[in-house]
DNA sequence: AAGATTAGTGATTCATCAATCAGTCAACCT
DNA sequence: AGGTTGACTGATTGATGAATCACTAATCTT
């Protein structure tokens, strides 16, 4: 029973990867569930196990991406000296752009998807994470934590940008 | 003839701005040429007598984008103070925003489409709207004129990421 | 070992779409 | 009037994809 669970979890798990991945390189409408399933190593069908649509899918991938972001930021967040906050967090975040690419381009994909579903996803991410980071800056004592916070998000942003097209130039200082 | 001309380049930017509202609503890869041609109110298979396939629509749709935001921008650092310049170039952008959210929002999706001829598009665009503002701050005399220019482009991007899911909370300050 | 539950797949369905083809219709020229 | 050109469309094609169905194989239970 119990063993069963567990490859039954390692199936869901294997097949949310492999969303993230033939999603973000061939984007969430013109990827195939079938691509999906060949990346997974398992029959197309099999997915519709463990997911109703296509879509509960990309839920599902999206929900893995904010929680890899959310978990690193709480990581530091609860550790990091207030003179290195902003640092480790621009820190946090690029490692989880170096190691996890394709979430965060699944995450730029989703930004513009005006399904309901997908944008309340995208909003909660959003929202958690400024929460964090904004509650941080206040509590390390930082000036304008607002506003600071609004330009940590943006250089974040951009730097999505300039890892996705290839431009480093992009965060040149 | 000039009249054949007139029409015919009438009928070719009805089918562009048919598409930019289509592309934008729908997502490029979900979008189809038939609802463009309904948009345009022209039949699907004339698309293809302007646009030899659906994404050479889709380039000529992104290079008017940015020719709007490029034209804009020019346009301020002709004429702005170097006081006011930052400002007028965030109020022109707004105004864009506003205006032609669905430029911008087809502008988004395509930051993470891999073609090649797409990725070019979307280079040169951020190459001269980034030259143009980071010349433009110089030549106002604002120091680090460099780590300004990537600022003003990332506020620019979260501003983007506000609209799309309408969370205006993220430009709080 | 037999029965029951779970893991997994092949084949199919029905819908959809980019692109092509063959043709109509109207305007203009002479 | 008749012929030529350009604007435009209906019908079709060939491919593809999400989701369902009807199965088989494996594992577990007793």
């Given amino acids: 029973m119990s063993k069963n669970e567990t490859r039954s979890a390692n199936r869901k798990s294997d097949i ?19 691509q999906v399933a060949e990346r997974a190593k398992i029959s197309q069908p099999y997915i519709f196990r463990f997911f109703s649509t296509k879509e509960a899918l990309l839920l599902t991938a999206l929900e893995v991406s904010w929680t890899r972001i959310i978990d690193s930021f ?14 480790d967090l621009i820190r946090a975040y690029e490692e989880i752009l170096n190691t996890y690419q394709n979430e965060v381009l699944l995450q730029m994909q989703a930004q513009t998807i005006r399904e309901d579903s997908i ?12 929460r964090m980071v904004l509650d941080a800056f206040r509590a ?8 600071r916070t609004m330009l940590f998000l943006a250089r974040g942003m951009l730097c999505n940008i300039s890892a996705a097209l290839l431009m480093p130039e992009l965060m040149e200082t």
């Fill in 16 to 34: 949310i990867s492999a969303a993230i991945e033939v999603f973000a390189e061939t984007g969430y409408f013109r990827a195939t569930t079938a």
């Fill in 74 to 87: 709480r990581k530091v967040v609860e550790s990091a000296s207030p003179e290195q906050l902003e640092t």
């Fill in 119 to 130: 944008r309340e996803a995208m909003r909660g991410g959003f929202r958690e994470v400024r």
């Fill in 140 to 147: 390390a004592g930082i000036p304008n934590a607002e506003e």
